[in-house]
Every structure is written in structure tokens, then in C-alpha cells.
């Protein structure tokens, strides 16, 4: 859209799949409901996330007075949503000159739709959400693998204090042996 004190819906692109069949033109009036709310109380150069139940509405306003909205989950990164955002704005920026902003068609452009299908999984399009996955998982396995030396160090003890008893058993029965022992002559 194009803020010129109003707001102008230059396109939607949705994933509403998880919804019913039913219930898609409803979720589709309230993104578009939403979206020209959020875009009217964006002013240039602002961001902005609104958290409505489980999902957050991002906006952002470029200080030439386009500006984008995102309506996602609460799991969806903030950062990747941003980046999002003025990813696909610069897209449209390239293709259509200023002039034409406010009537050209959004959703036809095929690299936003190819930014859309990009940006749904966060760590595919952003190499530092993937990295911070990444060291997520490692910090998985290093509290596992931690567990279990503390386990096997529990398991070590538990054989040396084994060890040393029988080391105390056998001197012991060394001793009396020996003892037993000294009383008979072997030939």
C-alpha cells in the first residue's frame, strides 16, 4: 500500500490453508480489515507489532510512504518479519515507478510471491535465524551428552567403590590365607 492519508490495498498474499473452507472469507476480510488498521496508524519511517491472541500484526512504513503488512503467528521471528517485509517492498519498488503505486497490482509480481513462499519457514530465508537454530540443536545434544557422562561418571564411581571393596576383600583373604597357610609345610 501507499500512505497518501489513506490507505489503498494493493494486494493480499495468504496462507489461510489451516482454516476451513468456510471459514476462509472470513479470516480473509479480517487480514484485510487489519491490515488497512495497521497501515493508517503506521506513520513513515515506523514499525510496528501488535499482538492479537496467538498472532502479531507487523508494519512498516519506508519513508518514501510505502509500506507492508504481516500477519503471522507469535513463533514467526519479528526480525524475519521486518526483513520480510521490506524484501518484498523493494521487489515492488523496482518493478513499478512511484506514480503508480497506488493502482499497480501487488500480488502479480512472481518474486513476491516467490519471497511469500521463501519467507514461510524463517530459518530457510534468514541465514541468522537458521544459525540460531543450529546452535539450538547443538545446545540440545551438548545437554544430552553432558547427562550422560555425569551418568557414566555416576556409573565409574559406583565400579571404582566396587574396585576398592573387592581390593579390601581380597587382601583380606590373602591375609588369612597366608595365616591359614603358615602352619603347614608344602613339599
Not at 500500500?1 to 476451513?20: H, K, M
Not at 506513520?43 to 498472532?55: A, D, H, L, M
Not at 546452535?135 to 555416576?154: A, M, S
Request: charged share 25%.
Amino acid at each position: 500500500w501507499y500512505n497518501t492519508n489513506c490507505c489503498l490495498s494493493s494486494g493480499i498474499n495468504a496462507e489461510y490453508g489451516e482454516f476451513g473452507y468456510f471459514q476462509r472469507s472470513t479470516v480473509l476480510e479480517f487480514l484485510k480489515f487489519t491490515s488497512s488498521f495497521m497501515a493508517t496508524r503506521t506513520t513513515p519511517g515506523e514499525r510496528k507489532s501488535v499482538k492479537e491472541k496467538e498472532y502479531i500484526c507487523h508494519s512498516l512504513t519506508k519513508s518514501d510512504g510505502i509500506g507492508g503488512v504481516l500477519i503471522c503467528d507469535e513463533e514467526y521471528p519479528q526480525r524475519v518479519a521486518f526483513t520480510f517485509i521490506l524484501k518484498v517492498l523493494d521487489d515492488f519498488v523496482k518493478v513499478h515507478p512511484k506514480s503508480t503505486w497506488s493502482r499497480a497490482p501487488f500480488a502479480e509480481l512472481p518474486e513476491i510471491r516467490q519471497q511469500f513462499v521463501l519467507y514461510q519457514d524463517p530459518r530457510q530465508a534468514d541465514s541468522l535465524t537458521s544459525i540460531q537454530g543450529d546452535l539450538d540443536e547443538t545446545k540440545v545434544i551438548l545437554y544430552n551428552t553432558i547427562e550422560q557422562v555425569l551418568e557414566r561418571g555416576e556409573k565409574l564411581d559406583d565400579i571404582v567403590a566396587k574396585s576398592e571393596n573387592l581390593s579390601a576383600t581380597s587382601k583380606q583373604f590373602y591375609k588369612t590365607a597366608k595365616s591359614t597357610n603358615s602352619c603347614c609345610i608344602i613339599l
